[in-house]
Nanobody, 115 residues
Framework: QVQLVESGGGLVQPGGSLRLSCAASGIIASNYAMAWYRQAPGNQRELVAIITSAGYTNYADSVKGRFTISRDNTKNTVYLQMNSLKPEDTAVYYC?????????WGQGTQITVSS
């Protein structure tokens, strides 16, 4: 079955950087768009960044210029490089893969930006 496993979360000070990884198994991830979402307490889950199978990317306005999504098809893995982190980036971050009408999600990883 399809599994997505995130790693790389944690506590970071404002202005710091983190890199999230999402390793896919049970599917050839390079055939599909993959995305990162986040959900802060009391908020709806929101799209942060998406990368298509062709490598095109798009970002939420709130993270443009600070976050970079990329993928390594040899490792079946997608990454989210997060720079210049702000307290408002604090949330649980989820990896997503959509195959036809089915969404697959990782378990989520907590990012806390605080001094």
């Amino acid at each position: 079955q399809v599994q997505l496993v995130e790693s790389g979360g944690g506590l970071v000070q404002p202005g710091g950087s983190l890199r999230l990884s999402c390793a896919a198994s049970g599917i050839i991830a390079s055939n599909y768009a993959m995305a990162w979402y986040r959900q802060a307490p009391g908020n709806q889950r929101e799209l942060v960044a998406i990368i298509t199978s062709a490598g095109y990317t798009n970002y939420a306005d709130s993270v443009k210029g600070r976050f970079t999504i990329s993928r390594d098809n040899t490792k079946n893995t997608v990454y989210l490089q997060m720079n210049s982190l702000k307290p408002e980036d604090t949330a649980v971050y989820y990896c997503n893969l959509r195959r036809l009408a089915t969404d697959f999600w990782g378990q989520g990883t907590q990012i806390t930006v605080s001094s």
